[in-house]
């Protein structure tokens, strides 16, 4: 794996390093290599010389940032032909005095917005599509709660690392399956798909799999393993979708069921009712139809313009 040089912190950089950033404009359709020269220092990372090209060289370098702590995963893109996150890059991994050069270039298989940012549109359609929530057949029981599922030690541990994904793209980036199919649900996605399938508290495990057994499922797969390779919080999508494989194969020679899902503990003698939430956000009626909700974009005014937006449901 990639992963994080733990003593990269400790070791100076070069003390100038130039940074080739790949460029992108939209509305010519240019695109362009750009070169800055950095004064560098011990324990800063790429997002810091990014940033610092950006107040202090050219404020037109174009990127997303958020939590600069690799927990939001909004500052992905390929440093050095790798996709990572430039906050959790030290340039000391990445640069040397015999090659003091780092080239910056947006995350491949997004299609590019602007320089380094790019848009994440198809791959959170596709990571709604697994539905990644907790599903029960008693919505009643689910919505109002009459006590806590009991999951085993044993049972957390088995889904536990597919939990820490923080949905940065950057295994989608690595994927030589997702650059030659667009349609394909993708490493993330699947990953998601599977930690819901082995979660003891979910109960529609079939319809899931059935989304995996899908022409652009688990199946695509070729099992490269970059996904794994460049994963930031050292999650395993590429054994995630191996697993999953291998389950639906049992499931349909007959060989395989979910063992029972976890039950609901006795309501604590201190249980207290859930809070009503707010009128913004009560539960959708089930008379609604969500999926055409969905789809119907709702228009809105913004600084004068017209923009659609489009409803998000969460069951």
């Known amino acids: 794996m990639v992963g994080i040089d733990p003593k990269a912190a400790t070791r100076t950089p070069p003390k100038t390093v130039v940074f080739r950033v790949k460029r992108y404009n939209p509305k010519s359709g240019r695109e362009w290599w750009q070169e800055y020269k950095v004064e560098t220092h011990r324990g800063m990372t790429v997002l810091d010389a990014l940033l610092k090209i950006k107040e202090e060289k050219d404020h037109t370098v174009v990127m997303r940032y958020s939590c600069r702590m690799g927990v939001c995963g909004s500052c992905g893109m390929v440093i050095n032909g790798v996709p990572r996150l430039a906050c959790q890059t030290q340039i000391a991994e990445v640069a040397d005095e015999g090659n003091p050069v780092v080239t910056v270039e947006p995350l491949y298989n997004f299609p590019v917005v602007r320089d380094l940012l790019t ?125 999953l494989r291998s389950l639906l194969f049992k499931y349909k020679l007959g060989l395989w069921r979910k063992k029972k899902t976890a039950p609901l503990s006795e309501k604590p003698k201190d249980w207290k009712p859930r809070k009503p939430l707010p009128p913004e956000a009560q539960l959708v009626s089930p008379d609604v139809d969500l999926e055409r909700l969905e789809s119907e974009p709702v228009t809105v005014e913004v600084d004068g313009k017209r923009v659609e937006l489009r409803y998000t449901i969460y069951d």
């Open 119 to 243: 848009d994440f549109t198809d791959f959170f359609e596709k990571h709604r599509s697994v539905k990644p929530y907790l599903l029960r057949k008693d919505r009643e029981e689910q919505e109002e709660p009459r006590g806590q599922y009991l999951v085993s030690p044993e049972e957390h541990a088995l889904m536990y690392e597919f939990t820490l994904c923080i949905s940065c793209g950057l295994c989608y980036a690595a994927c030589p399956v997702a650059a030659i199919d667009p349609d394909y649900l993708g490493p993330q996605a699947l990953g998601y798909l599977f930690r819901y399938v082995i979660d003891p508290r979910d109960e529609e495990w079939q319809m899931r799999l059935m989304i995996a057994d899908s022409e652009h499922g688990c199946h695509k797969c070729h099992y490269a393993a970059t996904c794994s390779m460049v994963c930031p919080k050292v999650v395993d999508p590429a054994q995630a979708i191996q697993r």
